[in-house]
């Protein structure tokens, strides 16, 4: 009995050594460092900036329409001839402004076929109608009729273009018109400006300048005998053609259309 219980004694004892041996793992204290978050930026677009315009190069090149007209009784001989020139103009990046010029440099054959701006009301139609009757009455003496118009850039800036336009009609030795006139064309209101558009006061002025009367610059200025180049305005419609530098209007007339 001693026996059994001496053994279970060492038992226990050898128990509770095998116990006081175990070591724990060390706890740590330190706190968990937070990861940063990640924020998702977004992606920006790089600013779009406006393409730049070209420099306002303006340049010129013409255009000719052509026609005649052969007698109908059959002879096979020319009786009218018909032709149109006019000017053609080209500014690399500027597409609209260009086909806004050669829309109204278009019109100038436009009219001259239809018979406007002549000074003479005939028309392509009605001078093939004259020449026919007029082939029966001079009979080998005929000479072909025929209507001539050509225009002419004379000056352009970026603001303006000046040309001119000759017109030449011949109806048989008896009867020839001829005319020329001048145009002044705003490129920006896309219309051709009278006198008065340059400025309030300027047809006083140049009236004053000249030691004439206003009502002779206002006929000057319906029948178009006047433009402006890289000089100043030139007056076509006295005896010699004349032109008023700027200088001597600035103030009367818009500083836009001054060449400097």
Do not use: H
Not at 75 to 81: D, H, N
Not at 100 to 121: K, V
Not at 211 to 240: C, H, K, P, Q
Request: net charge negative; hydrophobic share 35%.
């Amino acid at each position: 009995m001693m026996k059994k219980l001496i053994a279970f004694l060492l038992m226990i004892l050898m128990i509770s050594l095998s116990a006081c041996g175990e070591t724990k793992a060390p706890v740590s204290t330190a706190k968990e460092t937070p990861r940063p978050v990640q924020t998702e930026v977004p992606e920006t677009e790089a600013p779009v900036t406006e393409t730049e315009k070209p420099p306002f190069d303006i340049s010129f090149s013409s255009d000719e329409i052509k026609d005649s007209f052969v007698s109908p009784d059959g002879s096979g001989k020319t009786i009218f001839e018909y032709s149109c020139t006019f000017p053609v103009a080209e500014i690399p990046g500027y597409e609209d402004t260009e086909a806004a010029i050669n829309a109204m440099f278009s019109s100038l054959e436009e009219d001259f076929y239809l018979g406007r701006n002549t000074g003479s009301g005939y028309s392509k139609q009605s001078m093939e109608e004259m020449a026919t009757d007029a082939v029966s009455v001079y009979g080998d003496a005929f000479e072909p009729f025929y209507m001539r118009r050509n225009a002419e850039v004379l000056y352009a800036n970026e603001n303006i273009i000046s040309f001119s336009v000759s017109d030449d009609l011949y109806q048989g030795p008896e009867s020839r018109l001829t005319g020329m006139y001048y145009q002044v064309y705003d490129i920006e209101e896309m219309k051709i400006l009278r006198f008065t558009d340059l400025g309030d006061d300027l047809l006083e002025e140049v009236a004053a300048w000249y030691s004439v009367g206003d009502d002779v610059m206002r006929v000057i200025d319906a029948d178009n005998d006047w433009y402006l180049d890289g000089e100043g305005i030139v007056i076509t419609g006295f005896d010699v053609p004349v032109t008023l530098p700027y200088i001597e209007v600035e103030g009367a007339i818009k500083d836009r259309y001054l060449p400097y």
